[in-house]
């Protein structure tokens, strides 16, 4: 059974139990909390539902599975006593969205309360659909089959320069496993190296792989999901976990959005997004490219924000979402008389609510605008209709406006 310490503490130890998730894990060791951590008055323990624990790093040394893991910031979520004539015992449960694990080495322990790193490597097996490397070429002939591995790991590199980010890399590496003579394993795997201007705590680095993810979903949408990511500390590489943003990978075949290499469309992004720094305008880009499960409804006020937060910040106010239609929605539309319904759909929504009484959304005009009011029959169909008005206006503003690409192939959708 797997051994556990307390922030750093080596001269106790526990018998634990682990489970790791996607993004998370669970520690469960045999260690009654009640007794350890709260303190008697007048004899007794005062527990209730809202007792507090405090957060915790927990090593735990797996000698049979030859993993270690250091969980950071690990949290209370429960404990259990068991009574029985063989004795009783407790076990507390802890959990963390943030760890740290090696295979082979035994160095975990040394690392400070506040791991800083200068590189990060994000891998993914979504990197081979975009990188031109070759890792083995093979020639047959009538008495042989030869396969030919470069040894050399094939690297590219680009200059950023900006918002702490030094370079980005991609490279390749490739492991052989001869298990006998019967069995021999080729794996290749694929990486992206973030080299930082400076130090930055391990809390942080969540951000800098949730801005690639962004950038990557622009690029190559619903099919980047990651494998594993490391960070350099004291000259280890330590994989780390912890809670990124999520994709739904989709099937098919899924074209670049442009036709410019990986990454030259990341000093691209890097350049003019600089997702982590920017405001409201920028950040709210997020919410139009990952589409999580919600309401249509929903979907509808996060592209309208982000069309309305960066035109208006360009300096377009009450004529923001005409000046969009006409700019950017490359399909014919009186683009006057949408704008008004979707502005008057979305007014609807931020002062009354989803719920619209009989499908019919009345639009009214001001006896300045001179014009007669008239009622629409806003069912499904039609709210979808004016969602995907948004959503391709907001795309095009992504990609025409903010990364200057006039041409592109976006096949993301909600």
Known sequence: MPICYFNNDYTKQYQCTYSEFKDSIEVNIEYDIEENEIEEIDGARIISATTEYANRDILILDNINKINILVKNAFHTGHSNNYSI??????????????????????????????????????????????????????????????????????????????YIDSISISNNWKINEKSQKIVNMKFSYFLEIKLSKKHSFITIRDFVNELIIYMQLYYPDKFIIDEVKIYINDNFYTYVTNFLSLKSKNGYVHKSVQVDLLTFLANCYTNISYRSAKSEIRNLKDVIITKSRHLEDLFGSYYRFIECYLKKKGYKNDFMIYALEHYYNQSLDCEKTAKEIITLRNHYIHSGYYIKNDCLKIRFTPKENKQNYSVDANIKWIYNQTLILYKTAIDIIFKEILNYPEYKYKQSF
Do not use: A, C
């Open 86 to 163: 063989y004795g009783n015992s407790s076990i507390t449960k802890f959990t963390s969205f943030t760890y740290f694990k090696e295979n082979t080495q035994q160095t975990l322990h040394t690392l400070q309360s506040d791991p800083k790193t200068k590189l990060i490597r994000i891998y993914s097996s979504s990197f081979s659909d975009l990188l031109p490397f070759i890792n083995y070429t093979k020639q047959e002939n009538n008495e042989t089959i030869t396969y030919t591995i470069q040894k050399q790991r094939n690297i590219q590199t680009i200059s950023i320069g900006k918002d």
